[in-house]
């Protein structure tokens, strides 16, 4: 069985790929990302002018724009030119550093996204006690975003693990390994798939199912209906990211399942290492774009940041934040 993957991860050599596809890979990612930075950078800026965020939650809001928008500026500058030059343009040294800060970013992603759901249903299960989250726990769940991504982004540069070339070969990654491979290859890649992957996933839709019940019992008055927006709002981050997810989630099982079971690196079909790279960086503009649609104190923000113009919305709701602002 041919292989695409032999002895020749650090030199990127250039892969089967057509040429045409990593052309139009660099175009998509280069418009999703030039997209992302504007919309997250929009965020940063709202937090910093507006007086309407003001809920603790909104911490983890910034937190996760963080995320996304630091996996904007560093995937598609180096990706999306290599694509474009239909192969990585610079040097193994910055491979390492660009799979590095991908994987951090990427895993600071899954991390936001999990600590702004927990603190959704903890609010939800304090309210129903008539207690409230101090502010500490809601830097102890920004200091754990950034903890797990360093704990799990740096191993491969010490040797637990392994960046190298993706499948397009323009742009770097974990490269999964194989069964002889060596331990400290695989004893990272399986605490990494479940912490990273499989718990995460599973914790959120838990306490997604859990949020939404108490809201709907205890969220009575306008207040807590906001708050119940903003829960909304989060969970609808959560299932279009993991949807935009599920490509890479597939390309993954793609090149591991048969490396562990026969021993081979398949071929990844264009088409799928295409989707799954567009895809990923279209996930990072879905926060705003959902906090637009789902939550009026955040659109209320984003469209009115500067002059607190708010025709947008309808007039009660205008003059109310209006007045707030």
């Avoid at 709202?46 to 809920?55: D, G, N």
């Avoid at 920004?142 to 040797?159: E, K, R």
């Avoid at 709002?233 to 990211?241: L, M």
Wanted: hydrophobic residues 50%; charged residues 15%.
């Amino acid at each position: 069985m041919q292989t695409f993957y032999d002895d020749l991860e650090d030199e990127c050599p250039w892969y089967y790929f057509d040429g045409s596809y990593k052309l139009l890979l660099g175009a998509c990612l280069f418009v999703f990302g030039v997209f992302g930075v504007l919309l997250n950078g929009w965020l940063f800026a709202t937090f910093i002018h507006s007086h309407l965020l003001i809920f603790r939650s909104h911490i983890l809001v910034l937190n996760l724009c963080t995320a996304s928008l630091g996996r904007n500026l560093v995937g598609f500058p180096f990706a999306g030119s290599s694509a474009v030059a239909k192969r990585w343009l610079f040097g193994s040294s910055c491979c390492q550093l660009f799979a590095f800060l991908n994987q951090f970013f990427g895993v600071f992603q899954m991390t936001a996204l999990f600590v702004a759901v927990l603190e959704r249903y903890l609010l939800a299960k304090y309210y129903r006690r008539e207690r409230i989250l101090h502010l500490r726990l809601y830097w102890i769940l920004v200091g754990l975003s950034w903890f797990n991504s360093v704990i799990f982004a740096t191993p491969p540069l010490f040797g637990y693990g392994k960046f190298s070339c993706d499948s397009t070969g323009t742009s770097c990654t974990f490269l999964w390994p194989s069964i002889a491979s060596g331990a400290k290859h695989i004893g990272y890649s399986i605490p990494y798939i479940l912490v990273c992957g499989v718990i995460p996933v599973v914790a959120i839709f838990f306490y997604m199912g859990k949020s939404i019940r108490l809201e709907r019992i205890f969220y009575k008055d306008e207040q807590q209906r906001e708050q119940s927006r903003l829960t909304q709002s989060i969970h609808a981050v959560c299932v279009a990211t993991f949807a935009l997810w599920i490509p890479a989630a597939i390309l993954v099982g793609w090149q591991w399942l048969p490396l562990l079971a026969y021993g081979y690196r398949p071929h990844v079909p264009p088409a799928l290492a295409i989707i799954a790279s567009i895809a990923s960086e279209a996930a990072t503009s879905v926060p705003v774009l959902c906090f637009i649609a789902g939550d009026e104190r955040l659109r209320a923000a984003l469209l009115g940041r500067m002059r607190k113009q708010y025709a947008l919305l309808q007039p009660e709701r205008a003059k109310r934040y209006l007045n707030r602002a």
